[in-house]
């Protein structure tokens, strides 16, 4: 995934409340498979502060993988998800 600029990142993201809604329902998913494979939630991309109070999480399912990643700051997490939040790690 190219690295965005920080204008088409801001035109795109989703930030707080909205971020962690969508993060929440792409991952219950619909009856037998999760959400995050659907047109709906394809693209989507965000941050929010993370419910312990403790960091910042970011999603990122531009590439229909929802990669999930907590940070330490805001910061950190805005700049992860201008270059893409990349798996560590592959279950399959």
């Not at 995934?1 to 409340?17: N, P, S």
């Not at 792409?26 to 394809?42: A, H, I, Q």
Request: with cysteine; charged share 30%.
């Amino acid at each position: 995934m190219r690295t965005r600029t920080l204008k088409e990142l801001f035109e795109q993201v989703l930030i707080g409340e909205k971020a962690q809604d969508y993060l929440l329902r792409m991952l219950e998913g619909d009856r037998f498979y999760r959400s995050f494979w659907k047109g709906r939630f394809r693209g989507k991309f965000g941050y929010f502060k993370s419910p312990d109070g403790q960091g910042w999480v970011a999603f990122d399912n531009r590439e229909s993988d929802c990669v999930v990643q907590h940070f330490k700051s805001k910061t950190d997490a805005v700049e992860a998800l201008m270059h893409g939040l990349r798996c560590k790690y592959q279950l399959w």
